[in-house]
């Protein structure tokens, strides 16, 4: 049983090769059903029939636009929340940045590995993804498996290659499928053609036919350099063919460019995650401006408008003033909250400290969202032991700031949020209590810029800040959180303390 045994995907996809390379990838990595379309009407049928807990597209190609699908799914308010993933070749900017800004989950560049594709479905399903068996990343030494039944042919690509790579000599050709499953799998295979327990061709089928290890690059080696054994070669996925008798520097060039390769692709798919990353980025931050600016200016307005018109009585005119006040004051809030992010992430944030009383700073906060507690049907227990605090007073105010956010938004009504403030010795440990646990589906993380989960029009900066203001003053940042006991957050400190 695996993590997608009970979801159903859809590939919209026409061009056969891949579907079926992507189709036994699927059943491998467990996914229930697996659905094709071969054009968007294909796709919005099978949509309209079918339960689909994933889509997976083509960004364009003949019949496929993974655009004009989204446009049309969402016009049509069909599957609006299925993850959507793009597995292509195309990388320009301009096409990358217009998936981003469609809402595509995940967006996947061709060729791909079975692990790279378990590690994006996952992400975009918000699932744990499990370890990967390999990973191209930048500045590693490329390991890479040679398969010749030859001992002086192993001893001589060994010499040739072990100071720049690291090597696995293998010289039965029968044990490389297990070990490319079962171990750390190459960058690059080498292979001979002329084998005799099993050949250089029956070896590469067997590999491309697997799903988790059909990626995998492979060149070549063979005495016969006939363009009938090259034709048959590059028609089973070969990378590159070396003719033999072996010449060092062509065997180097050839390896060295395969590698360059890889080093590109791992280059464009971190361009891509970036651009992805930028433009979700800029949309979560204008919904966070909605929410928190927008929405409260609306408000003032209205109430100058009927201000204005003569429509508060005295009595209700005070109350109305000091509402408008704590709006203006929370939206400056917010906006210094923006700044102050931007400001610890770069390493330039520069505030002096100094000796303020902490317990009245808790109760002065506590005080000013008596608003908030009441029409969240919510109570509040203080413990305050009275100390006062050395440190950069805006920050930990600000820290108070998201945990009690988070503890209101999070308790329902008839609930209680518990604060209690200890010292002991030159410790200070604040612990902020609510009944209700962290979802699960952002257990994992919900301290990641813009994580959030069930909370409309909130962007998910609140637990980011926090984590950054508790790393910039060395605070000991705790959080457990379980559907019995609900969510403790807590923060320990020490300090000059009086």
């Known amino acids: 049983m695996t993590k997608f045994n009970k979801l159903n995907v859809l590939i919209v996809e026409n061009h056969l090769p891949m579907i079926d390379a992507l189709t036994d990838m699927l059943l491998s990595l467990g996914f229930k059903q697996v659905y094709v379309a071969k054009s968007n009407a294909n796709a919005i049928d099978i949509l309209s029939k079918q339960k689909v807990d994933l889509i997976i597209s083509e960004f364009e190609y003949e019949h496929v636009n993974a655009i004009e699908l989204i446009r049309s799914l969402k016009k049509n308010q069909q599957a609006p929340s299925i993850p959507f993933v793009i597995a292509s070749a195309t990388t320009n900017y301009s096409s990358v940045s217009a998936a981003a800004e469609h809402g595509v989950s995940e ?186 600016i927008k929405e409260p200016l609306l408000t003032l307005s209205q109430q100058l408008e009927r201000l204005n018109n003569g429509g508060y009585s005295p009595n209700l005119l005070k109350n109305v003033c000091e509402g408008a006040q704590f709006k203006i004051k929370v939206m400056m809030e917010q906006l210094d909250l923006i700044e102050s992010i931007q400001q610890l992430e770069q390493n330039k944030y520069s505030y002096p400290p100094c000796t303020f009383a902490l317990t009245d700073l808790i109760n002065d906060l506590v005080k000013q969202y008596e608003t908030r507690f009441v029409e969240s049907k919510v109570a509040v227990s203080l413990s305050l032991d009275h100390m006062k605090l050395n440190c950069v007073e805006p920050l930990i105010k600000g820290a108070l700031v998201q945990i009690l956010n988070n503890a209101i938004e999070g308790s329902p009504p008839g609930s209680q949020v518990t604060i209690k403030l200890t010292k002991m010795d030159n410790t200070a440990i604040l612990t902020v209590h609510n009944i209700t646990p962290i979802p699960w589906q952002v257990a994992e993380s919900f301290m990641e810029k813009f994580v959030t989960y069930g909370k409309p029009n909130h962007a998910g900066l609140g637990f980011h800040y926090l984590n950054l203001i508790c790393k910039y003053l060395a605070i000991k940042l705790k959080v457990e959180s379980d559907i019995k006991t609900g969510t403790f957050v807590s923060m320990q400190w020490t300090t000059d303390l009086g």
């Open 107 to 292: 967006y996947i560049v061709k060729p791909f590995s079975f692990s790279i594709l378990e590690k994006r479905l996952s992400k975009a399903l918000k699932c744990k993804p499990t370890p990967a068996n390999s990973q191209i990343t930048l500045n590693k030494q490329f390991t890479i498996m040679v398969v010749d039944d030859n001992k002086e042919i192993l001893a001589f690509v060994n010499a040739v290659l072990k100071p720049t790579y690291s090597l696995t000599l293998i010289k039965n050709p029968t044990k490389v499928l297990k070990l490319c499953l079962h171990h750390k799998q190459p960058d690059l295979i080498i292979l001979d053609i002329d084998m005799p327990s099993l050949n250089g061709f029956e070896l590469a089928s067997e590999l491309q036919r697997h799903p988790k290890t059909r990626h995998i690059p492979f060149i070549f080696l063979s005495g016969k350099s006939d363009s009938q054994h090259v034709v048959k070669g590059y028609d089973l996925g070969a990378d590159g063919y070396i003719a033999k008798p072996i010449v060092a520097s062509e065997l180097r060039a050839r390896v060295h460019s395969h590698c360059q390769q890889l080093m590109n692709t791992s280059r464009l798919r971190e361009h891509i995650d970036d651009i992805m990353t930028d433009v979700k980025n800029r949309e979560n931050v204008i919904t966070y401006l909605h929410s928190t």
